[in-house]
């Protein structure tokens, strides 16, 4: 009981606006400057929500110099920088034990940050110490997004901190 208390506690949430492209992409920004060794970063939303514009600013954040796209046909992209990004897309995983097998997930990812897009689809097996965001668009026409997060372990901790600056 004391350690669900305690969980409670270290758990963190929170809502940020964004009114466009480049303001998703600076909240990302924001998370990979911040980001620690360990740092998971889980994206959820629809299609066109913007999971890959913060993916793109979290890679600036860390300094990556290369391309930075959405990894949906190769599942994971590696990117050098300040710490390396792994970057997931979950997006055609029919079930989530093919992460697991595909090696997505394992132990290289603590030396870095990872970005795991679709992240719903691994319900269940990425790290409790993670920072999940939910992008909500305003609107099918509209730039505006809702992103709903929430922190959950000291790594993800350190992230919030970051958002609520």
Known sequence: MASHAADARSQHTGVLSSGSTDATRAIGRRLGTAAQPGSLLALSGPLGAGKT????????????????????????????????????????????????????????????????????RLDGYLPADRLEMELVPDGEASERRTLLWRATGPNAAHLSEALEA
């Open 53 to 120: 514009q913060v993916a793109k600013g979290v890679a600036e954040g860390l300094g990556v110099t290369t391309v930075v796209n959405s990894p949906t046909f190769v599942l994971m992209n590696e990117h050098p920088g300040r710490l390396r990004l792994f970057h997931i897309d979950a997006y055609r995983l029919d079930d989530p034990e093919e992460a697991i097998a595909a090696g997505l997930i394992d132990d290289r990812q603590a030396a870095g940050v990872t970005v795991v897009e679709w992240a719903d």
